[in-house]
T-cell receptor
Framework: QQPVQSPQAVILREGEDAVINCSSS?????VHWYRQKHGEAPVFLMI?????EQKGHEKISASFNEKKQQSSLYLTASQLSYSGTYFC???????????????FGTGTQLKVEL | KAGVTQTPRYLIKTRGQQVTLSCSPI?????VSWYQQTPGQGLQFLFE???????NKGNFPGRFSGRQFSNSRSEMNVSTLELGDSALYLC?????????????FGPGTRLLVL
């Protein structure tokens, strides 16, 4: 099942904060966050593994709540360059054969305006 | 280090034809995954190859196939093209393809089926 992202779209003024959520109905093993600008490839932001950890990347950070099967991406003091579509990619427990098989959410379109 | 490269970048085909797309991973990476991206379905996993073997497969019909060569380069083939196959096809590479690893995406091949 595809993870559910919310909100679907958000418009921010430069300097404002935003939170993007990624929820799964299945037990998660890891969550990968990507940002994609129009016409470009998805760019990796961060990976979170099980354990409720939080990671940071400049003014972008994320948390992973294994019990709730949810991850949240936090964007603080947004900049124009943050505009794009944010995707969470999830890997589930019990994956046979090892390896990668990311199931992506439907994406959250974020636009930062002056 | 050079990034993931995909060729061709754009392709126009007609229904019933077949197409082959190519992906060269980052040097040293052995895992290559393929994804289909459409406005309606988002990013969907096609398959993953590791050491010339298909390790994971998504829910796509048998018309979609792939292979990986000894130098880790991968090709994806779609036979008997349908209008619904129009999409951006992305490949991503990682070192060993474990859940903790980042997947680096290529720029994609945009396929239009007429």
């Amino acid at each position: 099942q595809q993870p559910v992202q919310s909100p679907q779209a958000v418009i921010l003024r430069e300097g404002e904060d935003a939170v993007i959520n990624c929820s799964s109905s299945k037990a998660l093993y890891s969550v990968h966050w990507y940002r994609q600008k129009h016409g470009e490839a998805p760019v990796f932001l961060m990976i979170l593994l099980k354990g409720g950890e939080q990671k940071g990347h400049e003014k972008i950070s994320a948390s992973f709540n294994e019990k709730k099967q949810q991850s949240s991406l936090y964007l603080t003091a947004s900049q124009l360059s943050y505009s794009g579509t944010y995707f969470c990619g999830t890997e589930y427990r019990g994956l046979t054969g090892g390896g990668n098989k990311l199931t992506f959410g439907t994406g959250t379109q974020l636009k930062v305006e002056l | 280090k050079a990034g993931v490269t995909q060729t061709p970048r754009y392709l126009i085909k007609t229904r019933g034809q077949q197409v082959t797309l190519s992906c060269s991973p980052i040097s040293g990476h052995r895992s290559v995954s393929w994804y289909q991206q459409t406005p309606g379905q988002g990013l969907q996993f096609l398959f993953e190859y590791f050491s010339e073997t298909q390790r994971n497969k998504g829910n796509f019909p048998g018309r979609f196939s792939g292979r990986q060569f000894s130098n880790s380069r991968s090709e994806m083939n779609v036979s008997t093209l349908e209008l619904g196959d129009s999409a951006l096809y992305l490949c991503a590479s990682s070192g060993a393809g474990t859940v903790q690893e980042t997947q680096y995406f290529g720029p994609g091949t945009r396929l239009l089926v007429l």
